[in-house]
């Protein structure tokens, strides 16, 4: 079966799938899941068995996206997260026009903030926990930032939560539409979480990031907040960024005005209800 997903700035098509999965994405994707019909998509992604003999034999398969095949093969159990990573591997690959980031993105009060950081720093539970708790989740994944207004784009796809997180996000958040968790991925357990309705979603509009924050969750640690200059908010950003080369002058230009315009620093916490109530003091 072939179906359609519009994340807001990007639509994909993904063919090849069983219907236990479309209902799992239908599930975090609601309408904006929809029969694939004649049209553009900007993505393109085909689920594609190994071989004919592993069809009936431990059978793997393997997605491809705008042909070429970036994955090892997976089994059945492991499509969701799968697709996920292949749509975040798209863009990342392919969409040029914005600058992108390794970061998560939350607004309050028609105010932005950056969360860029590495796979593990808690950047995804971070942005869950304060989307859910009064906040619009842009994203837990990645910023999208038109080079020419800064202005960062919302997007339609759910929070990624890996091992710990899970149990954390199923704390903090007691009715928060979780998936099915997906166990014994090369990332670890996942599970993915849906924050908002379509309606909910269609308020969002694109909004300049005012600060940006380094996040580092360090167990039994109190809130500790380090200023950063706009020089090491630069470099610090630089190692985040997915298409900074290859946007040459126009990434460039885009990056240095974040890294002058925003207020940056470094922040270590382990009670979230703490910094949370910290970052809504920024953004009043």
């Not at 990573?85 to 009060?109: D, F, I, R």
């Not at 590495?118 to 539970?125: E, I, P, R």
């Not at 908010?233 to 985040?240: P, S």
Request: a neutral charge; aromatic letters at 10%; hydrophobic letters at 40%.
């Amino acid at each position: 079966m072939t179906i359609a997903i519009d994340s807001g700035p990007y639509t994909f098509s993904i063919k090849g799938l069983s219907a236990p999965v479309i209902s799992e994405l239908s599930n975090l994707y609601s309408e904006r899941l929809t029969p694939e019909t004649d049209g553009f998509y900007d993505f393109s992604l085909s689920i594609e068995n190994t071989s004919p003999l592993r069809r009936f034999f431990r059978r793997q398969r393997i997605i491809s996206v705008e042909g070429v095949k970036p994955f090892n093969p997976i089994s059945d159990q492991h499509l969701l997260p799968s697709i996920e990573w292949a749509m975040n591997w798209a863009v990342a690959a392919y969409q040029h026009t914005k600058l992108s980031l390794h970061s998560s993105v939350v607004v309050k009060n028609d105010k932005a903030i950056l969360f860029p950081a590495s796979s593990g720093s808690g950047k995804s539970t971070l942005a869950t926990y304060l989307g859910y708790s009064g906040w619009q989740m842009f994203s837990d994944e990645m910023a999208l930032i038109d080079p020419n207004t800064l202005e960062v784009s919302p997007l339609y796809r759910p929070a990624s939560l890996k091992n710990k997180s899970i149990d954390v996000i199923s704390t903090l958040c007691e009715n928060v539409n979780l998936s099915n968790i997906t166990r014994g991925t090369h990332k670890g357990d996942i599970a993915h979480a849906r924050l908002y309705s379509c309606g909910q979603f269609s308020q969002f509009v694109p909004t300049r990031p005012q600060f940006v924050v380094f996040p580092r969750y360090v167990p039994h640690k109190e809130t500790t907040i380090r200023m950063m200059s706009s020089v090491e908010a630069f470099a610090m950003l630089l190692r985040n960024a997915f298409n900074y080369n290859i946007m040459g002058k126009q990434g460039f230009s885009a990056l240095s005005e974040i890294s002058s315009s925003c207020h940056a620093m470094h922040i270590e916490y382990s009670d979230a209800h703490d910094l949370n109530d910290y970052l809504s003091g920024l953004v009043k």
